[in-house]
């Protein structure tokens, strides 16, 4: 593109996106717009970390690290796509890195990930807490015991893209700009995904459907 398109481009996604608005306000350090964004997108953030690397513990730490890494690349901010695809792609970034160091050496720990010591502590102090309650967090964000499991049994990348088709209701294209992948590669990722819970899941719903029959004779 050139840089009139590029223009146009912002121009455009500032005006239809109201969390584009948002970032480039914490881009020109707007009080409030950091705090406001992180409430947006915290609790949503958190939901999808903790189904990718099921602790949620590792997935709050994570989420503030992608925070922490917006704050710091807020300067050089020029809007692309939309805000939350770009927010998405930093966090499935995160989180494979993630995962793979875990699987590398699974006590690896979560303090400071991925982010400059002496830069994390005051940027996190603007990044509002959760409140302790880890029962209310997880029924929050947890699915069923069943559907986790399910979940489970998939690949990284089809596990990302269904969580982001389903909590965030992104489109092949979008999920495709977080995952660098082709909205046809998102779309077989995506059948392929949900045959295969289709399978895990078919003994379960076929199980409710009968005790529902049951419950009403």
């Known amino acids: ?4 398109e590029l223009d146009v481009l912002e121009r455009q996604l500032e005006a239809r996106d ?10 020109d ?5 950091f705090e406001a964004l992180v409430q947006r997108y915290q609790d949503r ?9 099921g ?6 730490d994570l989420s ?19 805000f939350s695809t770009w927010l998405f792609t930093i966090a499935n970034n995160l989180a494979l890195n993630h995962l793979r160091a875990k699987g590398r050496n699974p006590a690896v720990p979560m303090s400071g990930v991925g982010s400059d010591s002496q830069t994390a502590m005051p940027i996190a102090q603007q990044i509002p807490s959760r409140e302790p309650t880890a029962s209310s967090q997880m029924r929050q964000i947890e699915l069923s015991e069943i559907v986790r499991e399910a979940l489970n049994i998939l690949g ?18 979008e999920i495709g700009e977080v995952m660098s992948r082709s909205p046809a590669a998102i779309k077989s990722l995506l059948a392929r995904a949900r045959n295969e819970l289709r399978e895990r899941l078919g003994p379960y719903l076929a199980a409710g459907e009968r005790g529902t029959e049951r419950g009403s004779v």
């Open 1 to 4: 593109m050139s840089h009139g």
């Open 55 to 60: 602790s949620l513990e590792e997935a709050e």
């Open 64 to 82: 503030q690290d992608v925070f922490l890494r917006i704050y710091k690349a807020r300067k050089g901010y020029r809007p692309r796509a939309k």
């Open 156 to 173: 990284e990348d089809q596990r990302m893209a269904v969580l982001l088709n389903k909590f965030e209701d992104m489109s092949y294209a």
């Open 45 to 53: 953030l958190v939901g999808i970390l903790y189904h990718l690397v």
């Open 18 to 27: 109201p969390d584009v608005r948002l970032m480039l306000q914490v881009r």
């Open 29 to 33: 350090d707007t009080p409030g717009a």
